[in-house]
């Protein structure tokens, strides 16, 4: 029943911005951190940042840190993930994944069961 649409991939240049969107449905988001991944062509699937249950936390991949923040909207069964100062090495297809039990500190794939159907995310030089 759980279901995350994703939204908010295209294309952009470098250096510019890009806000994705997760919408949750089916579950009740505020027991679930969570997290965004990227997976480029070829590329294991890497994790970019992850956001506490009730948003008070956060935690990024180095290679994001600075660059872009994570946020979310209980009210809204949202999360979104704002990207800024974009860079070719970024693009890849973007998921966004919830659990109800893993922390929001936790890094690998495994720990997070439902996942959305990720969107694209293209950056040009």
């Known amino acids: 029943q759980v279901q995350l649409v994703e939204s908010g991939g295209g294309l952009v240049q470098a250096g510019g911005s890009l806000r994705l969107s997760c919408a949750a449905s089916g579950l009740t988001f505020s027991n679930y951190a969570m997290g965004w991944f990227r997976q480029a062509p070829g590329k294991e699937r890497e994790f970019v940042a992850a956001i506490s249950r009730s948003g008070g936390s956060t935690y990024y991949a180095d290679s994001v840190k600075g660059r872009f923040t994570v946020s979310r909207d209980n009210a809204e069964n949202t999360v979104y993930l704002q990207m800024a100062s974009l860079k070719p090495e970024d693009t890849a297809i973007y998921y966004c994944?919830?659990?109800?039990?893993?922390?929001?500190?936790?890094?690998?794939?495994?720990?997070?069961?439902?996942w959305g159907q990720g969107t694209q995310v293209t950056v040009s030089s």
């Open positions: 994944a919830a659990d109800r039990t893993t922390g929001y500190y936790t890094v690998t794939p495994r720990a997070y069961k439902h």
